[in-house]
């Protein structure tokens, strides 16, 4: 079993930036592939971004540039740095780590942008 906790979400206004943490706990792989997802109220969930124990990362178009995702293997966490933000990103961020077929999620942080 792998436990995820998200972090680091809250109120800032737009243009602002945000840095949300994921740390991972438990039964971690020495490959795995963490990634990012958001859902905004009434709307479906994003995938935004991904990273690999091997450091390659993918981005979705709509963060891209915008958006940095970034880990640190000794501490089991990764984060995503958030940038220019925008009312429209306001979401549930939540993280995800993959290995050996199975995929864990955690439970979210809420990110609210508005003036």
């Known amino acids: 079993q792998v436990q995820l906790v998200e972090s680091g979400g809250g109120l800032v206004q737009p243009g602002e930036s945000l840095r949300l943490s994921c740390a991972a706990s438990g039964a971690i792989d020495t490959a795995w592939s963490m990634a990012w997802y958001r859902q905004a109220p009434g709307k479906g969930r994003d995938w935004l971004a991904r990273i690999t124990s091997v450091g390659s990362t993918n981005y979705a178009d709509s963060v891209k540039g915008r958006f940095t995702i970034s880990g640190d293997n000794a501490k089991n966490t990764v984060y995503l740095q958030m940038n220019s933000l925008q009312p429209e990103d306001t979401a549930i961020y939540s993280c995800?780590?993959?290995?050996?077929?199975?995929?864990?999620w955690g439970k979210g942080t809420l990110v609210t942008v508005s003036s």
């Open positions: 995800t780590i993959a290995q050996n077929t199975v995929v864990y």
